[in-house]
């Protein structure tokens, strides 16, 4: 651990001495007599640091990829009081893909069993390489889409069938889909527990295709053949995930083998315990029923676990509860049953360590707390009930957990050589425009180059999945997830036990951010480059 005692420059003055960086040739017309010493003012080794040219200092110290936490926007930590949790997905996080088999087979049975479907459906199985978050599913057409970040479509898959851009068009002719209609005609893939949902929609459209040709039903095929229309699949398929999810069965078959199904982490009891001591009020704030958070919080941290935290609130019916939310009441912890009497917030100011809530809402949370909004830094994997409402509506910090982000990052370094090469064709594309403008009549052959530079971005996005690309983009356009994550969330990470490798004082900045377009310019010019020529009548 680095001591605190050295001021800022002696520890970045010692830094570039150990690196052999700190020499007469790296000074300009600067002494370096006595600049490490104490009596050198703090403002005057500042001030050497500034004069240096940026090639010459080491890269940036950065924790290991997979400890990082990355923001969007700048968050002192000092100013954070209030640390929240989600418990799905956040604080219990469910093996993959142990846990999205589980609920495809599950939901499939309850379609077989509960629905007449064909028992011949029974053979199919998850596949963890096919579905990613950010895709919206379509209602009516059976497909699969992925969005960039303006809401253009990137590309459609139907059933396992990638469209082709033709097909695509002919689909959605004007390549754009509002938003007023997500979460209408178009149901957002936007949680973890939402892939098995996008994997037996796209599996069923498949069978039922291959099976009996066109027998799903839409607005261009309304044959008496047709035996089931899309959006009826789609409504049985839900229905079908609500009663697992409602009768208790995906809860039951979770319980029965812990082990299996949820992950066990000594990291998270030391930071929560870490938090609780440096005064820092913790809290539980999970759409799960009690009986079932209690079992799994034993599980991962053990059978005096609500002693970490100061508040816990279960069934609270997120994004409702950033809004009106339910009534608030004290949870039996022995019965599970909610009791009858009327919240004092008052008397809760107190003590509500060891108690176990019901419902509420942001409004309660805050008399019950005096929170302010933005001193609140909630951390949950839901990018809309976690993150979106709970930003906009009340300004609460937000640490928005995507697993998936480990992945990500090691096909990005992985695919290094594919991304210098679409560097290159792009170099080349430059190229042959170089002095040509309105008065050029004949276009440079660029058709080789084109199909070139849409083959690399092809395979750069097949490296992350064969299907939709990565998570965050496609080619070099952002994606849908990648635009609300940068939007809302003010920081991210793949796990949120990686808040241990922070100090309770760190301020989390975004750096320097990617240019805009107009901000990649020569360092040395305004002028044109060399070979531009300039307009003349």
């Known amino acids: ?118 028992e011949e459906l029974l053979s199919l199985h998850y596949d963890p390489n096919f579905p990613i978050r950010g895709l919206l599913l379509d209602k009516q057409k059976g497909n699969l889409i992925k969005l960039d970040s303006f ?79 899309y959006s009826s699949l789609f409504q049985d398929m839900m229905h079908a995930m609500d009663n697992i999810h409602h009768d208790g069965l995906l809860k039951k078959k979770t319980l029965e083998n812990l082990d299996y199904y949820v992950r066990q982490d000594e990291r998270l009891s030391l930071l929560l315990k870490r938090l609780k001591e440096r005064g820092k009020f913790c809290f539980l704030l999970t759409n799960s029923e009690w ?16 002693h970490f935290f100061d508040l816990v609130i279960v069934g609270a019916r ?55 909004g933005n001193d609140v830094l909630y951390i949950g994997d839901h990018i809309f009930s976690d993150v979106l409402v709970s930003k906009k509506s009340h300004q609460w910090r937000s640490l928005l957990v ?44 660029a058709k080789d180059l084109r199909q070139h530079i849409a083959q690399t971005r092809l395979a750069l996005d097949a490296s992350y999945n064969e299907f939709f690309g990565s998570l965050f983009r496609t080619g070099t356009r952002p994606s849908y997830f990648s635009w609300q994550m940068q939007r809302y969330a003010d920081l991210y990470t793949s796990d949120v036990v990686n808040l241990i490798h922070y100090p309770i004082f760190y301020i989390f900045s975004p750096g320097i951010v990617q240019p805009l377009p107009h901000e990649d310019q020569p360092e040395d010019k305004w002028a044109a480059m060399d070979s531009d020529k300039q307009i003349k009548d």
């Open 151 to 229: 809401g253009a479509v990137l590309l459609s898959v139907h059933g396992r069938r990638t469209h082709s851009k033709e097909e695509t068009r002919a689909e959605y002719p004007s390549l754009f889909i509002p938003s007023d209609q997500i979460g209408t005609r178009f149901f957002a893939i936007d949680t973890l527990f939402a892939l098995p949902q996008a994997c037996l929609f796209a599996d069923l459209i498949d069978y039922f295709d291959h099976s009996f040709g066109h027998a799903l039903e839409d607005s261009k095929n309304t044959s008496k053949d047709a035996v089931i229309s």
């Open 1 to 118: 651990m680095q001591s605190p005692s050295k001021s800022f420059t002696n520890l970045a003055l010692q830094r570039l001495s150990e690196l052999g960086i700190l020499s007469p040739n790296t000074t300009r017309d600067h002494s370096l007599s006595g600049l490490s010493d104490e009596s050198t003012s703090q403002s005057e080794q500042l001030k050497w640091i500034e004069s240096l040219n940026p090639s010459q200092l080491p890269r940036k110290y950065r924790r290991y990829a997979e400890n990082r936490i990355y923001a969007n926007r700048d968050t002192n930590l000092e100013d954070i009081h209030f640390y929240g949790f989600d418990m799905d997905y956040t604080l219990a996080v469910y093996q993959s893909p142990a846990y999205e088999e589980l609920t495809y087979s599950l939901a499939l049975h309850d379609l077989v069993y509960g629905a007449g479907y064909p």
């Open 291 to 306: 009986l079932y958070t209690d079992a799994v919080m034993k599980h991962i941290l053990g059978s005096q676990w609500r």
């Open 318 to 372: 997120k994004p409702s509860f950033f809004s009106e939310g339910t009534a608030m009441r004290e949870v039996d912890l022995d019965s599970g049953r909610l009791k009858l009497s009327v919240i004092d917030i008052e008397q809760l100011k107190k003590n509500t360590v060891g108690k176990v809530f019901h419902g509420g809402n942001v409004e309660i949370f805050r008399q019950l707390t005096d929170s302010q």
């Open 402 to 445: 995507i697993r998936e982000l480990n992945d990500e990052i090691a096909s990005f370094i992985q695919n290094k050589d594919m991304r210098d090469k679409l560097h290159n064709l792009e170099w080349i594309r430059a190229e042959i425009y170089r002095g040509l403008d309105s008065d050029s009549s004949v276009p440079p052959d």
